[in-house]
């Protein structure tokens, strides 16, 4: 099969009534429309998840796993950006009621399972309380995910010098977006903006640590990054793209066979 004949909105509904099973999944790419510096596009964290999605689900479908690429969920609870003009962003409630009515829609066919692929960390915790509520409410089967390696969503891997700081419009996203839009990003790229206190700290943090805190990106100075995004390349982003389309595919794979007991 062709990648365009895996869209889920591409089909008539009757068409995709018959062609679903009780084995489909439903992958659903979420990103958010938000400030990422002067560097790089609103639509970053939209535009890397579907395109990771994307890729993954080709391959997926390919290796003979049911997926389906749902339009993407673009706005996403980027509360923390709230202050930078151009931020487009949803009340977590209001996200968490969107991702629910989506699911319980998904129900109505024969599929039974969504997968998130998510590209902005701000949506995590709440993907969490969405997995919940459809499997309670519909008896779907939900997972959520990064669309990176093993990130919270925004950041990716990031390098050692941003010692595991590297959230948002860093080192390894900006390279990305240089690997998948090239066209949208804008020199020169701002300089190195990492909270080193806190990544000093023991027990307080961002991923990974045990003690949150509450946040807003203009708490960590005017930029609005929060990492290194110097020395960004294309050649590191096409990598983190291809280790993110290789990690996606195989949770797609893995959710194929999952069983509760
Ligand atoms: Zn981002």
Do not use: C
Request: hydrophobic share 45%; glycine share 12%.
């Amino acid at each position: 099969m062709t990648a365009a004949s895996r869209r889920w909105a591409d089909l008539p509904g009757p068409a995709l009534n018959e062609t679903l099973t009780d084995r489909s999944i439903a992958v659903v790419p979420i990103g958010a429309i938000e400030h990422h510096g002067p560097h790089l596009p609103l639509s970053t964290d939209a535009l890397v998840a579907e395109t990771v999605a994307s890729a993954a689900v080709e391959r997926a479908a390919a290796a003979g796993v049911d997926a389906w690429l749902l339009p993407t969920v673009s706005y996403g609870k980027s509360d923390e950006h709230h202050w930078a003009p151009g931020t487009l962003w949803l009340e977590g409630t209001t996200l968490l009621d969107q991702l629910v009515e989506i699911g319980r829609s998904i129900a109505m066919t024969p599929a039974r399972t969504v997968a998130f692929v998510n590209g902005h960390g701000g949506n995590v915790m709440l993907l969490g309380w969405a997995n919940r509520e459809l499997h309670r409410r519909f008896g779907l089967r939900s997972f959520s995910m990064p669309a990176s390696i093993g990130g919270a969503g925004d950041g990716h891997d990031g390098r050692p010098d941003e010692l595991g700081q590297g959230i948002h419009a860093g080192f390894a996203e900006t390279s990305v977006v240089m690997h998948i839009a090239p066209h949208l990003v804008r020199e020169p790229f701002p300089p190195r903006n990492v909270p080193e206190r806190i990544a000093g700290m023991r027990h307080i943090g961002f991923n990974g640590k045990p003690v949150m805190f509450g946040w807003t990106s203009d708490d960590f100075g005017p930029s609005g990054v929060i990492g290194d995004p110097t020395g960004a390349n294309a050649e590191a982003g096409s990598a983190l793209f291809a280790g993110a389309v290789r990690f996606v595919t195989e949770a797609l794979t893995e959710i194929d066979g999952f069983e509760f007991a």
